[in-house]
Protein backbone atom coordinates (compact mmCIF):
# COMPACT_ATOMS: atom_id res chain seq x y z
CA UNK A 1 0.00 0.00 0.00
CA UNK A 2 2.17 2.30 0.85
CA UNK A 3 4.15 1.44 -2.47
CA UNK A 4 1.61 2.74 -4.50
CA UNK A 5 2.25 6.70 -6.09
CA UNK A 6 -0.63 8.24 -4.53
CA UNK A 7 0.66 7.28 -0.84
CA UNK A 8 4.15 7.88 -1.08
CA UNK A 9 3.82 11.37 0.53
CA UNK A 10 1.76 10.20 3.28
CA UNK A 11 2.77 9.39 6.68
CA UNK A 12 1.08 7.00 8.54
CA UNK A 13 0.65 5.86 12.04
CA UNK A 14 -0.12 1.96 12.33
CA UNK A 15 -2.02 0.49 15.46
CA UNK A 16 -2.35 -2.89 16.12
CA UNK A 17 -3.96 -4.91 19.52
CA UNK A 18 -1.46 -7.29 18.73
CA UNK A 19 2.00 -6.68 17.98
CA UNK A 20 3.71 -9.80 18.01
CA UNK A 21 1.53 -11.53 16.16
CA UNK A 22 1.87 -8.40 13.15
CA UNK A 23 5.39 -8.90 13.51
CA UNK A 24 5.04 -12.54 13.43
CA UNK A 25 2.99 -11.98 9.83
CA UNK A 26 5.06 -9.34 8.01
CA UNK A 27 8.36 -8.45 10.16
CA UNK A 28 9.64 -5.70 12.43
CA UNK A 29 7.06 -2.62 12.16
CA UNK A 30 6.63 0.81 13.53
CA UNK A 31 3.32 -0.12 14.45
CA UNK A 32 2.04 1.02 18.06
CA UNK A 33 0.43 -1.66 20.80
CA UNK A 34 -2.80 -0.45 21.85
CA UNK A 35 -4.01 -2.43 24.81
CA UNK A 36 -6.15 -0.22 26.43
CA UNK A 37 -4.29 1.32 28.64
CA UNK A 38 -5.02 5.08 29.58
CA UNK A 39 -1.20 6.12 28.31
CA UNK A 40 -2.12 4.31 25.43
CA UNK A 41 -3.70 7.42 23.50
CA UNK A 42 -1.10 9.44 24.21
CA UNK A 43 1.11 7.39 22.44
CA UNK A 44 -0.83 7.48 19.67
CA UNK A 45 -1.68 11.60 19.61
CA UNK A 46 1.97 11.61 19.78
CA UNK A 47 2.60 9.77 17.00
CA UNK A 48 -0.01 11.24 14.94
CA UNK A 49 1.66 14.84 15.66
CA UNK A 50 5.31 13.40 14.89
CA UNK A 51 3.59 12.01 11.57
CA UNK A 52 2.11 15.43 10.72
CA UNK A 53 5.53 17.28 11.24
CA UNK A 54 7.13 14.97 9.18
CA UNK A 55 4.98 15.45 6.46
CA UNK A 56 4.78 19.46 6.65
Same mark, same amino acid.
Given at each position: ?11 ? %?? =? =? !?? @?? +????? %?? #? !????? /? /? $? @??? #???? %? /? #? +? %??? *???? $? *?
Amino acid at each position: MRSAEPMQRREF %VL =T =T !TN @KP +ALEQL %VG #D !TEALE /I /I $G @KPY #DLRR %V /I #D +A %VRA *ALAR $G *A
